[in-house]
């Protein structure tokens, strides 16, 4: 979806149209705007100018919006009936052309827009050139660019769904496995595994709630703000706002034209979702290795050492954890861009494309990993369930025990457990290993029952307060998450 097989092809783009022969050669004028200009740009002006390197992603956005501006044009009388369905069929082919990678990019064209245009007028003539009535370039990329993040928006959706349904599927598993669950990375209390991936699934949920919300406030159309005032000709934008499946035309055509808030809510999305997949990453390199061992990946998702035959590398996990990184910097990089600029068009948001291309591929990628180390990766239970009843993990469920026992108050109980948890450790034992005799050195009241509540399974299990991680509990969110994330076909 976000692959474009143009993109990296900077040998498809020619000087054409207009040369450039440095900067005391012959130059030509510019087709589309060079009225006024006697001659062309230098060498280096072109250079820094063009955006066709990158924006040609926008293809596509670009000529649903020609198509929609010009049946619309023809509907208000603007230009005739006849023009429209030339200039609809020429676009087709175009359209065609670029599919087929027959279509030749030029850099003194400057961007999508001048291509697309030029080509069309080079195709059908005459109705080309009426094409550009009442719209600028400037709402003419802001609603390019906000169809191209609402389709990216759309694939990314799809692919945290994908990954929840993943996760929730190891968890339903998974439901009534035991983990040591930390606090500062150290052992806390039993969890079960189950429950540990749901709270991704919550992250993940969060995640496509924050996409949601911004595909909402994005789906404006800024198409007919023009340069920046409007137009003066009797163009009918609710119409135009409807063809591209947006849900109204935009109020202000000043903010219209120079609004980023779309691309920086898409990039903030995009930022928080990428450290989430960072945290998760980040858990499975640590799973990974062997002094841990709670989880193994195959062969497909590991890589080898080139001098240690031992090794197993978990490199996709080590890229996610990454990603983060460039993700965030896109976000700021444009914030940064944003910040200062005067109303209203300014060619300085010609930079916002390649952070919202990096960010989308990267986070595309790193869901996709994701969802493949999710489902390749071997839980070692039985070492998670050790770990889980090592570090006296059911500390708590003794100071617990204490408390509804008999009736000591908390912090008395917690002391209590305290000296207890001591004394086990002086001895090198575990909680559960201590005699009734030693544990009623601190506290006479203490029954034979305090044993049963020192097992990992009793722990879990009685974890049952709502949002808790018994098994019990984890069964039944896990249902709801499969309910919830039902495809609807
Ligand atoms: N390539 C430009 C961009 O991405 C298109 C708009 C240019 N408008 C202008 N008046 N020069 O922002």
Redo the contacts with the bound molecule.
């Keep these: 979806m976000l692959a474009d097989r143009h993109d990296d092809r900077p040998s498809f783009m020619t000087n054409d149209q207009t040369t450039t022969t440095g900067d005391s050669g012959q130059r030509s004028a510019n087709m589309q705007w060079g009225g006024r200009f006697a001659a062309g740009p230098a060498a280096i002006m072109q250079e820094i100018n063009a ?1 066709i390197g990158f ?1 040609q992603k926008l293809w596509r956005q670009d000529i649903r919006g020609s198509m929609a501006h010009a049946a619309m044009l023809a509907h208000v009388g603007i230009i005739s009936g006849e023009d429209a369905q030339v200039i609809r069929s020429g676009l087709e082919r175009i359209a065609a052309e670029i599919e087929e990678g027959q279509f030749t990019f030029s850099v003194a064209l ?4 001048m291509n697309i245009e030029a080509r069309l007028t080079e195709r059908i003539g005459e109705a080309g050139k009426r094409l550009h009535t009442a719209r ?3 709402d ?2 802001a609603t390019d ?1 906000r169809l191209w993040i609402r389709d990216a928006i759309d694939g990314l959706d799809a692919q945290l769904a994908d990954l929840m349904r993943a996760l929730v599927a190891r968890a339903t598993d998974h439901a009534a496995d035991p983990m040591p669950g930390f606090t500062h990375l150290q052992t806390a209390q039993p969890v079960t595994f189950g429950h540990h991936l749901l709270a991704y699934v919550e992250m993940l949920a969060r995640d496509r709630g924050r996409l949601a919300d911004a595909r909402k406030r994005l789906n404006e159309c800024p198409l007919g703000s023009a ?1 920046l005032a409007g137009t003066s000709f009797p163009i009918d934008r609710r119409m135009t706002a409807a063809a591209l499946g947006f849900d109204r035309p935009t109020r202000n055509s000043l903010d219209a034209v120079s609004d980023r808030d779309f691309a920086l809510e898409f990039l903030s999305a995009a930022s928080i979702s990428s450290m989430h997949l960072s945290r998760l990453a980040e858990e499975i390199v640590i799973w990974c290795s062997a002094p841990w061992r709670f989880v193994s990946l195959s062969d497909a998702y590991t890589t080898g050492s080139s001098i240690m035959p031992q090794k197993r590398n978990p490199d996709a996990a080590e890229l996610v954890r990454a990603k983060v990184g460039r993700v965030m910097g896109d976000l700021i990089g444009l914030m940064t861009v944003m910040k200062g600029l005067p109303l209203a ?1 300014a ?1 300085d ?2 930079e ?2 390649e952070p919202v291309f990096d960010a989308a591929e990267a986070w595309t990628l790193s869901l996709a990993a994701m969802a493949g180390m999710v489902r390749d990766m071997t839980p070692n239970t039985d070492r998670m369930r050790f770990f889980a009843g090592s570090g006296f993990a059911t500390a708590t469920d003794l100071a617990d025990y204490l408390v509804r026992a008999l009736h000591l108050p908390f912090r008395t109980a917690h002391h209590v457990t305290g000296r207890l948890v001591a004394k086990a450790e002086a001895k090198g034992i575990d909680l559960a290993e201590l005699s009734l005799e030693e544990m009623r050195e601190e506290e006479p009241a203490i029954g034979e029952d305090v044993f049963s509540v020192l097992t990992v399974d009793a722990s879990i299990a009685s974890r049952r307060s709502e949002g808790g991680t018994a098994p019990e509990n984890v069964a039944q969110q896990a249902a709801w998450w499969r309910d919830q994330l039902k495809e609807t076909a």
């Design positions: 955006s924006d400057e961007d999508i827009h600028s370039r400037n003419q990329v660019f340069a068009y060619k948001t010609q916002d494309k």
